[in-house]
């Protein structure tokens, strides 16, 4: 089944910026959205059709996808924004419709 | 607006089974088909299947087969995941989650998570 692959952590100043990788093989031709997740909370979908916003989410959310790598890029990181990421790809052709990434947890330092 | 709530968390005994619901509200139930997804503790999220809200078919991913049954009650607009046969490594957050209008591909809504806890 297809594999997305992403780094286990990022640390980031507050006012930096955060680049979150999500690997997988041709990736930029699937459309990937990711997933904020605060513990003890659920998932919240910041970024859907690789750059697109859900309303309610702040711009400093942008996504980009292309060859074997998507990106979830936090501008203007703030405290609020350390949490656990996920990107997901919608594969129709396996039984495993939907594939998570292995998650990122941004830590703002 | 759309919101899933789902039932409290669960404490049980290796062996016992366990039914999760989650109560739809907002939107019409056989609309939209429902996800479960499942979080093991400090691990990743992972799809365990769908239901047809509209024929009750069910689609199980792999690794969710057997022990795992989704169902409906279509007149209370509630879906619901039972596992049976419990094993320590069942113990996890499982979430229902649904798609957007328009596409299936990804999930917009979700509930708020039940814990399932299982140890002797």
Request: with cysteine; hydrophobic share 30%; aromatic share 14%.
């Given at each position: 089944s297809y594999v997305l692959t992403q780094p286990p952590s990022v640390s980031v100043a507050p006012g930096q910026?955060?680049?979150?990788?999500?690997?997988?093989n041709n990736i930029g031709s699937k459309?990937?959205?990711?997933?904020?997740?605060?513990?003890?909370?659920?998932?919240?979908?910041?970024?859907?059709?690789?750059?697109?916003?859900?309303?309610?989410?702040?711009e400093r959310f942008s996504g980009s996808n292309s060859g074997n790598t998507a990106t979830l890029t936090i501008s203007r990181v703030e405290a609020g924004d350390e949490a656990d990421y996920y990107c997901q790809v919608w594969d129709s052709s396996s039984d495993q419709n939907y594939v998570f990434g292995t998650g990122t947890k941004v830590t703002v330092l | 607006q759309v919101q899933l709530v789902q039932s409290g968390s669960e404490l049980k005994k290796p062996g016992a089974s366990v039914k999760v619901?989650?109560?739809?509200?907002?939107?019409?139930?056989?609309?939209?088909?429902?996800?479960?997804?499942?979080?093991?503790?400090?691990?990743?999220?992972?799809?365990?299947?769908?239901?047809?809200?509209?024929?009750?078919?069910?689609?199980?991913?792999?690794?969710?087969t057997g022990r795992f049954v989704f169902s409906l009650d279509t007149s209370v607009s509630t879906a619901y995941l039972q596992i049976s046969s419990l094993k320590a490594e069942d113990t996890a957050v499982y979430y229902c989650a649904r798609n957007p209008a328009g596409t299936p591909e990804y999930f917009q809504h979700w509930g708020q998570g039940t814990l399932v806890t299982v140890s002797s």
């Open positions: 910026t955060a680049r979150i990788t999500c690997g997988g459309s990937v959205h990711w997933y904020q997740q605060k513990p003890g909370q659920a998932p919240v979908l910041v970024v859907y059709d690789d750059s697109d916003r859900p309303s309610g989410i702040p | 619901s989650c109560k739809a509200s907002g939107y019409t139930f056989t609309s939209y088909a429902m996800n479960w997804v499942r979080q093991a503790p400090g691990q990743g999220l992972e799809w365990m299947g769908w239901i047809n809200t509209n024929t009750g078919n069910p689609t199980y991913a792999q690794g969710f």
